[in-house]
């Protein structure tokens, strides 16, 4: 009687324990308000305000960036870059999945690459652009510095060339 209890305690706890685990939380350093600074995206820097938060149950993670660029000579009145998505897991495919809208009108669906990505270092990659030249890809990834400071890099590819960094982002967890 005991060997089965012990064979019963020993099948049900992974299965309990797989329904309570919520495969975003490896990436719940990123949750929070946060404020910084740009630079890269033309030489042009900017005032950055960043948000994730989970939404719905947990089951996503809302990201809203929101990026005001110093004015210049090409562009002397500044400019607006604004891009909303959801973070979510693709239980069929076992990934986390980020889908980015722009203000500009590119749509990005990336994949977190696990086999790049670390506790402290996540690296998404698109797996769809939309609105974007054939055969072009965007890499976005999240350096945590500590835990109340994170730094973005956005590279993008173009065919025929190596990744090219668009943009740096430096953030801190807005308290």
């Known amino acids: 009687m005991k060997k ?4 019963i305690i020993i099948l049900i706890i992974p299965i309990l324990s797989f ?18 600074t740009g630079s890269g995206f033309g030489n042009e820097t900017s005032i950055i305000e960043a ?3 989970y939404v719905m149950d947990k089951k996503y993670i809302e990201v ?25 897991f693709d239980k069929i495919r076992k990934v986390i999945v980020f889908r980015q809208f722009n203000i500009e009108g ?4 990336y994949i977190l690459n696990d086999a790049l990505s670390t506790e402290t270092t996540l690296i998404f ?17 999240i350096n945590k510095i500590n835990e109340n400071e994170i730094e973005t890099i956005f590279d993008v590819y173009f ?10 982002n430096k953030l801190i967890k807005n308290h």
């Open 159 to 168: 065919p025929g060339k190596d990744y090219t960094c668009f943009g740096i």
């Open 4 to 7: 089965l209890i012990v064979l």
């Open 64 to 88: 809203i960036n929101n990026s005001r660029f110093e004015p210049t000579e090409k562009k002397p009145e500044g400019e607006h870059h604004i891009d909303k998505g959801f973070i979510s």
């Open 125 to 141: 990659e698109t797996e769809i652009i939309e609105n974007f030249m054939p055969g072009g890809k965007a890499r976005w990834t």
């Open 106 to 109: 590119y749509i990005n669906q």
């Open 51 to 53: 948000k994730f938060q």
């Open 19 to 36: 329904g309570q685990e919520n495969p975003l939380e490896r990436i719940s350093f990123i949750i929070g308000d946060w404020i910084g």
